[in-house]
């Protein structure tokens, strides 16, 4: 599911256009705009109408110009994208309707219809749009309540209050306990989580606090899921975390509340990682995540033919990609909050052609040995590839051999430390590469110089003589001998 | 169901792990290595997170299937061969260990074995274990564990704690907490195994109040222990089959099954090891006597030398005197030296070993000329590694009274050709370097193999066995005992100089 979805066909086209204008350098004239959003210029210009209207409460923070020609967009330095996007969701009725769902556990049409101005008729296929999207998350909303596994609706609202209707929205609500638990849970675990993580624990709490009170749940896959972890040493300190703040708070948390909250810590990313190091060389063998880890770890490690990682890397490694099989494992359904494909052509502009390709087969090899069904409408499997790509692009570039190259100039005593730092700057432009003026009994793999002498170089490294100062030419010889070097 | 083609066998060492899938005609198919964290609390002291030991094998076993496309379910069982004597307690109900695992180099439970030592316990030991008193070995570890770790001692004696070497821990791992075994070659390295009556010597365990509940039972080193948990071993249980202390896998590895047959491990030290039959030889030279296995109802025992410094003194050529760029390059040198073997070096840099065992000694160099070249040097460096290997196996020929007719060698600097040869000449005896150098490793996957009928029987294994080039003694009786003379010379001049070490 993608963020934009909770909007209307209208909406998004309106930060269609703003996006466009953002990338385009701020301006664009009509036909461009029309092409992109692929409308008549009527269209367009009452979609411009539109933005001008809905952006009146940020005149602060963004405008629009047009004139009939072109489109010029002003924002504020301290203003983005992502802002407007919320400004937007805000306002969506169906954002409103989850938010309602979930503060109110049931509804009726004709008790909800009239609070979002809407007609029944009109909720209705409003609850008919949300559920075709929902239905990657395996969830439902149905005889007035939001109906799936007790998990997904957590992790579903999880990312909703994360992404779309921001986390101040639940402040208030179950504040205090959650503040406690996550204290507790600091305390108990001997973890020190990070302030951005702490706040994601704290909103998945405020989740499960609230939905702790809700009394027709379901997890039976949950169950199912979580039999391997039922001995698993961090599993059995978080439940008895949760029965001990029990017994001194008024909190009825039950099995299920502390496998949600067990599944949360391993997929999410916000245990720190030498936290996660010692559990890893702890847990318990018999969860598919961990067997998996191992595997794909040295499936990379063969891949690359690296005889020795560093320890720290193979660790992060070991991190990222646990929580990625920890979220397949348990989870269906993502919201994607970034285009994942623009993502992925960023990421491949610094990675090695073959690196796509087999974060693929690493997707490949989890699905077969987590037997996960072959779904094509699960963000998640999306979500892993971009997940194992970063982790591979994380490999190579750690790994990646540093060149370093002498800049010897002997022929130009007056300019030359301008030169050389100037040169240097060039040179550097070529990804791992080190450059610096030549210093005696250095080694080097690549020494550029101007030395017109025929003697050779005390050098074990590759000598290149510079036909003139700064040329293309020798700037495009160098990177490719800097290439080949690589290789 | 598909057929059990292959054998893993796991080689857990001192700083790496490994492990090799062997096909039936003992070819490596597949095999993967991974270093793990050393640590060193304490000057002296070299300890190893036990969880760190388990996650490395765990990635090895991974790797070896990755790298040889081969299914866990082709794997007819696996045998492990490991470091001896290194020393992990932990708790039976969590499998938390409750400290790291006390390696067999560290030196923490010194004064413990001082202790004993001097209470006269050196020869009640000896008789017993066929070891001489040592923080080397298990026992005054487990004894230092128990004193440091608070409420241990206390634990211990409940039951509620295990003792186990890295065999014992990877099988009681593997097998998800069912088989809590050792085989007799780690037992008889822990200093409390009687290798007489094949039991945990009771009067050693109540000398070092050791509670006999915390131990291992002692099992053979081929026999099915147990199976993997399918959560360990990627859906399937596998036997595992056989276990066997490193040199004493690398004896079976080199098909020392018979009496007098004896192994070399050229490493940075070496280990020789003697298989001396069915009856223990206690030494008269300080030299150990150990279990080599124990196989169909049967216990081999053998003698155990050990040189402090060999492939270590070509790094110290390397790395101290830069005579060398590489190991290679020795055995050029030695070639090209052009002395009548007139020098000799001795490389006592930590003392000398058996069967001299004297620690104070330090190395010394004898025969320079004005004529000695780096040449000359190298290959008297080299000379000192095989005349210390024939110090160890005269010693135990004249403890075991056996006759040796073939030393079998391994390790890297069994890869020396010229050292090979001088080592025929001066034992007198054909010197014969293994074909698959990764002795250790196919003892091990021999002994599980024998255990599930994978291999028939020893037979079979030996039909498989590719021998090695031999190196026949090629050198006059005459020369060879004048050369070993003047080594004996040398050594002895060198143990009369003991410098007055207080003087700064």
Sequence with gaps: MRIEDFLEKQEKRELQLVSYLIHSGGEADYAELEEHLDITKASLESTLDSIAYSLRPLSENIALDYDGRAVRLWMDELFSMQELQHFYLKQSVKVQLLDYLFRNHEFSLTQLAPQLALSESSLSRKIKELNRYLKEFELKIWNGRVQGEELQIRYFYYLFYRFVQGKEALKEREAGISLQIVQTMENYLQVSFEPENQARVFLWLQIAQHRMHTKKTVSIRLKENMTPYMEDKLYQKIRSMLWRFSSRYSVEPDEEDAQMLFVFLLSSGVLPEPFFHDYRLTRNRNSPAASLDTYLVETIIIQYGYRKLPYMLERRMYHTLSQIHA???????????????????????????????????????????????????????????????????????????????????????????????????????????????????????????????AEPLETGGKVYVLSELFSPFDQKNIERILQSLKK | MSEKKYIMAIDQGTTSSRAIIYDKQINPVGSSQKEFTQLFPQSGWVEQNPHEIWNSVQSVIAGAFIESGIKPKEIAAIGITNQRETTIVWDKETGYPIYNAVVWQSRQSAPIAEKLKQEGYEEMVHQKTGLTIDAYFSATKIRWILDHVEGAQERAEKGELLFGTVDTWLVWKLSGGDAFVTDYSNASRTMLYNIHDLDWDQDILDLLNIPRQMLPEVVSNSQVYGHTKNYHFYGTEIPIAGMAGDQQAALFGQMGFEPGMVKNTYGT???????????????????????????????????????????????????????????????????????????????????????????????????LTRGTTREDFVKATLQSIAY?????????????????????????????????????????????????????????????????????????????????????????????????HNWKVAVEATQTFKPDVTID
């Design chain 1, 327 to 453: 979220a397949l494992y348990f989870f269906k359904g993502d919201l994607e909050v970034h285009d994942r494909l623009f993502l992925l052509e960023q990421e491949q502009k610094i990675a090695e052609e073959s690196v796509r390709s087999f974060a693929e087969t690493l997707r490949e090899i989890t699905v077969e040995k987590l037997k996960l069904p072959n779904e094509t409408n699960n963000g998640l499997m999306e979500w892993s590839l971009l997940g194992y790509f970063s982790v591979l692009v994380m490999v190579t570039m750690e790994m990646r051999q540093v060149l370093r190259v002498g800049i010897d100039l002997k022929h130009l005593p007056m300019y030359r430390e301008t030169t050389i730092s100037l040169l240097g700057l060039l040179i550097e432009k070529v990804n791992g590469v080190e450059a610096e003026e030549c210093q005696p009994d250095k080694p080097y793999d690549l020494i550029v110089t101007d030395r017109r002498e």
């Design chain 2, 269 to 367: 030290g070496s280990f020789i090891v003697m298989n001396t039959g069915e009856t223990p030889q206690l030494s008269d030279n300080n030299l150990l006597t150990t279990i080599g296995y124990g196989i169909n109802g049967k216990v081999y025992y053998a003698l155990e030398g050990s040189i402090f410094v060999a492939g270590s003194a070509v790094q110290w050529l390397r790395d101290g005197l830069k005579m060398i760029e590489n190991s290679a390059e020795s055995e050029l040198f030695a070639k090209a030296s052009k002395s009548k073997n007139d020098v000799y070096v001795v490389p006592a840099f930590t003392g000398l070993g058996a069967p001299y065992w004297d620690s104070d000694a330090r190395g010394a160099v004898f025969g």
């Design chain 2, 388 to 484: 210390q290997s024939k110090d160890v196996i005269d010693t135990m020929k004249q403890d075991a009274g056996i006759e040796i007719p073939l030393l079998k060698v391994d390790g890297g600097a069994a890869r020396n050709r010229w050292l090979m040869q001088f080592q025929a000449d001066i034992l007198g005896i054909d010197v014969q370097p293994a074909h698959n150098l990764e002795t250790t490793a196919l003892g091990a996957a021999y002994l599980a193999g024998l255990a599930v009928g994978y291999w028939k029987d020893l037979d079979e294994i030996r039909s498989l066995y590719e021998e090695g080039e031999v190196f026949k003694p090629s050198m006059a009786d005459n020369t060879r005992e004048k050369l070993y």
